[in-house]
């Protein structure tokens, strides 16, 4: 038998988590303890965990104490971490990602295409569609 790649263990412990719901047993040691709380926290809020729905991009306020704050220390993580494919992202209090740093174009692609971006709301609250 194949030996299974922990990515797929992960994927169906948070699939079997969203079909058990709340009350489904923890699949014990397949998932960091931290995670899995993650998960659940999140399944309370009713942020649906497969889609990230029509969350509004904000504009960034770069003019903010955290931003003007953070800018310079992201520059440099970017500048350290420039021969890894590594991101790097700051957050605002509620969520609200407002720095990004990546090394490729393909990395800075697929961090769009989940939200992870300037301005996108990654925070763990219920989100409505809008109509």
């Given at each position: 038998m194949p030996r299974?790649?922990?990515?797929?263990?992960l994927r169906e412990a948070k699939e079997n988590l969203i079909a058990d719901g709340l009350l489904g047993g923890s699949t014990p040691g397949a998932i960091?303890?931290?995670i899995e709380r993650s998960?659940?926290?999140?399944?309370a809020q009713g942020v649906?965990?497969?889609?990230?729905?029509?969350?509004?991009?904000?504009?960034?306020?770069?003019?903010s104490l955290l931003y003007r704050g953070a800018l310079?220390?992201?520059q440099?993580?970017?500048n350290d971490l420039a021969d890894m494919e590594v991101a790097?992202?700051?957050?605002?209090a509620r969520g609200r990602i407002i720095y990004r740093t990546v090394q490729s174009a393909a990395q800075r692609a697929?961090?769009?295409?989940?939200g992870a971006s300037p301005g996108f709301d990654f925070s763990e609250r219920p989100w409505a569609p809008t109509d």
């Amino acid at each position: 038998m194949p030996r299974r790649e922990r990515s797929d263990l992960l994927r169906e412990a948070k699939e079997n988590l969203i079909a058990d719901g709340l009350l489904g047993g923890s699949t014990p040691g397949a998932i960091p303890d931290l995670i899995e709380r993650s998960w659940r926290r999140s399944l309370a809020q009713g942020v649906a965990p497969h889609r990230l729905g029509d969350r509004d991009i904000a504009v960034v306020n770069t003019e903010s104490l955290l931003y003007r704050g953070a800018l310079p220390v992201m520059q440099q993580l970017a500048n350290d971490l420039a021969d890894m494919e590594v991101a790097a992202l700051i957050s605002d209090a509620r969520g609200r990602i407002i720095y990004r740093t990546v090394q490729s174009a393909a990395q800075r692609a697929r961090l769009d295409s989940f939200g992870a971006s300037p301005g996108f709301d990654f925070s763990e609250r219920p989100w409505a569609p809008t109509d």
